[in-house]
Nanobody, 119 residues
Framework: QVQLVESGGGLVQAGGSLRLSCAASGRTFNPYFMGWFRQAPGKEREFVAIITLSDDSTNYADSVKGRFTISMDKAKNTVYLQMNSLKPEDTAVYLC????????????WGQGTQITVSS
């Protein structure tokens, strides 16, 4: 069983920056991918960013490309999301997730952390 705990959320003005962290624990933590998702009020959960642990390759939603950066410290089992040039439309609960199968869905989720961007 993998446990994921996010931190680093809060209130920030438009144009500002935040860095989210997601600490993973569990007896066998060896995912293929780690990802960040977000869910705004009244909207469906959407993909934000993903990192492949075998080669550190990354991919981003178009809405955050060039502003957000996903990274992972494998020694600490912690994945980060650096968010720059934040916009009010980035306001959401941000969740990290792990995918332990190469093909399939993300199967472990954190509880989420709130990001609010004021205009």
């Amino acid at each position: 069983q993998v446990q994921l705990v996010e931190s680093g959320g809060g209130l920030v003005q438009a144009g500002g920056s935040l860095r989210l962290s997601c600490a993973a624990s569990g007896r066998t933590f060896n995912p293929y991918f780690m990802g960040w998702f977000r869910q705004a009020p009244g909207k469906e959960r959407e993909f934000v960013a993903i990192i492949t642990l075998s080669d550190d390759s990354t991919n981003y939603a178009d809405s955050v490309k060039g502003r957000f950066t996903i990274s992972m410290d494998k020694a600490k089992n912690t994945v980060y999301l650096q968010m720059n040039s934040l916009k009010p439309e980035d306001t959401a609960v941000y969740l990290c997730a792990a995918r332990t199968s190469f093909y399939g869905q993300f199967d472990s989720w954190g509880q989420g952390t709130q990001i609010t961007v004021s205009s």
